[in-house]
């Protein structure tokens, strides 16, 4: 909604409903990506779809909340989870309208009355409407007010036990707790008033900007400058709480600075407490030289108690962490999100590798850059690892997932949405090198398109390839449009050509049947009689493709990609008597994922041929209608491109087919305005 380069699209209705199951423990698991991937799907909420207008429009733009909340009797016996609340609600018209509809779910929270624009309101099961004063044009600024209470029940988003009360709310769960637009796309400030008990401590986003004190009681005010998206919404708060506060100096200005907060319980390691107070400052530093400075004005961890299942949630500059843990890798992958899931926010669940493959990479940049090269390598290997042991078969990125929000299980993913994603950043790195990888990662960042808003993954491989000067196509397509991984059954050998003249020879095939041909460059590591040795690279971009080389000293051995740089692979090499050229196709049958994925309004194919082949590629509608021939023709062998426009059709899911000779293929696009 903040980004001019995200539609304003009305996305489906979600109810958060039933016990998900957990995911198996696996020692794989880096201590970081398993304490975020665990949040979340021990947390016990699952999105179910509804079925909604297939052609829906958001009609208004959320500027800001103003939550008023009394939370006091939370804290005593028999602590109950009931508190009464009003949400002011100010937004943006986008289009005519006399009426909102917010996500507020019943069984959780029950509208009492409305006021300032809001005449009237009516609720339903997971939805609630409010009737304006009058029919408001675009551009309008309006302002309702909501008063509600929270019912005493359990709903995995408001937590109240023991004198603890803590709000957890990734993906969609902001909804149970105050009514609102709960989608990432859809940032705002936040405004929120608390009143608890005198011994209570409590946290929120952005700065403490008062505490008034009563005779038995604290109104606790913090207020949120940037904008945040509704999961990242959150308060923290507990009777006897302890609070350190360091402050970080900005690089740019000694003599301004931060406060770092840490909420802890007592009992709590002191020794590792201490420890990550003395390394987040040296963290904020590290990674506002990569990405900018520290984007907010405050930031902070709050460790929570048994309720918060194990792990850690990025909530805008209040991380909560479970029970003490108070680990270095978990701190270092959470409070990377402040720049990336925080500042730049995932502009739907599709694009949720942005947020979770940048931190998992991050994680291991924090091995690199405080410890050495060998912990970054090992750590990215185990996720590697993890990965192919674990591949569901499932690309990283999924359009549907703009649409409908998939199971907790699937949308994290640790294979896939962590671990795979991480590793495809260490894979740019190695194709861009260091250089202009941390350059381009840095104007990304610090990019004012980006920066407190929305990111789709169709921007980010836009912002790499005007960047970087490249087209990045390529690699996008095949690690995160495509599923899968390379598997690579290489061959060589070393003939003596003449007198102290020696040629080797390198055959790269690759034998996965989808996607039948991954393009990167390799390494291979020549070694030879007198102990030396040599690491050429070379640009694979065709199946068995052969390479050779001329020595004047005698190879004795081959090795393929010796720095395990394609770390999503597997692979064997071989030595064989000779390599033989081949008369077989350089190209492969296949038919690529439409870039960009969703598109509006167009979109290019990309296809390749075997062989010269009769071909014909036509686009459907869902319900199996011919809307349009795109290539009718004899082609060539080789790659080919075409362009479609969606401009005359509604958003929706379309089908796009290839028929050439005996090869068939029928891929899935998503039209989005």
Known sequence: MKSAALPRFLFVTVLILAYVSIISAQTAISPGVQHCAEKRVKAGIAPVTFTSNSTPQHSYDV???????????????????????????????????????????????????????????SQATNTATVTLDKSHAAGDTVSVKIYYHHLNVSDNAFY????????????????????????????????????????????????????????????????SRDPLATYLTAITAKSGYNLDIVYWKKPSNASDSIPLFFYWNTGESSSNLSSMKTKVPLMATFYSSLFGEHPFEKNGFATLNSSFTSGGMENQTLTSLCADCWDEATVSHE????????????????DLWLNEGFATYIESLWLEHYYNTAKYKSDLASKASYYLSN????????????????????????????????????????VLGDTVFFNAIKSYATDNDFRFKNILTSDFVQKMNTVTGQDLTWFFNEWVYSANHPTYTNTYSITSVGTNSWLVKFTAKQTQSSPSFFQMPLEIKIGFSNSADTTIRVSNTSN???????????????????????????????????????????HSYQMEQNYP????????????????????????????????????????????????SGEDLPSGAYYYQIRAGKFSQTKKMMLLK
């Open 63 to 121: 500027l800001n909340y103003t939550l008023n909340l009394d939370l006091y009797s939370c804290f005593s016996s028999p602590y109950s989870k009931a508190f009464k609340g009003s949400n002011t609600i100010t937004f943006l018209v986008d289009s005519v309208l006399s009426a909102i509809t917010l996500d507020a779910v019943k069984s959780s929270i029950v509208f009492d009355s409305v006021s300032l624009q809001g005449k009237s309101f």
């Open 160 to 223: 109240a036990t023991s004198g603890f009360v803590f709000t957890d709310c990734e993906p969609e769960g902001a909804r149970y707790w105050f009514p609102c637009w709960d989608k990432p796309s859809d940032k705002a400030t936040t405004d929120i008033t608390a009143k608890v008990p005198k011994a209570v401590k409590l946290g929120s986003n952005g700065s403490l900007k008062d505490t008034v004190k009563s005779s038995d009681s604290l109104w606790y005010h913090w207020v």
């Open 335 to 350: 409070f990377s999100h402040q720049w990336f899931g925080d500042m730049i926010t995932c502009g739907t669940w599709a």
């Open 391 to 430: 591949n569901p078969g499932s690309a990283i990125y999924n359009p549907d997932w703009a649409i409908t929000t998939p199971d907790i299980n699937t949308l994290f993913d640790v294979a896939i949405t962590y671990d795979k994603g991480g590793c495809v950043l260490h894979m740019l790195r190695y």
């Open 544 to 586: 068995g493709q052969i390479f050779s080389w001329n020595f004047s000293k005698q190879p004795t051995s081959v090795s393929f990609d010796p720095n395990s740089n394609i770390l999503l692979k597997t692979a064997t090499l071989s030595l064989v008597s000779d390599v033989k050229e081949t008369t077989a196709p350089i």
């Open 597 to 644: 994925n969703p598109f509006n309004p167009t979109t290019r194919i990309t296809y390749a041929l075997g062989a010269a082949e009769d071909v014909l590629i036509r686009v459907y509608d869902v319900m199996g209608h011919e809307l349009r021939t795109l290539v009718r023709e004899h082609q060539p062998e080789g790659v080919h491109e075409v362009q479609f």
